[in-house]
C-alpha cells in the first residue's frame, strides 16, 4: 500500500510489547497496535514508554499501524 494512503496521527506510547509491538493511544482514547517502520529499526531508534510517536494508520484496519517518527 502507498504511503499516500496511511493516515498520520500523534499518541503516546502506553505500552510495550513482547516482539517489537508498542501499544499507543491516540487522540480520542483509541489505542493502536504499531509496530517500528523498517526505517526506524535500520536507524536503531529506540522508543520507550511514553514517548510521543506519529502513527501510519491505514484506512483498512484503524486499529494497527506503523511507527514512523518518534517526538523528542
Known sequence: MPKDDHVQMEGSVVEIN???NFRV???GGHRILAQLAGR???NRIRVVLGDRVTVAVS??????GLIVFRSK
Open 40 to 42: 526506524m529499526r535500520r
Open 59 to 64: 484506512p483498512y484496519d484503524p486499529t494497527r
Open 25 to 27: 493511544e491516540v487522540a
Open 18 to 20: 513482547a516482539g517489537g
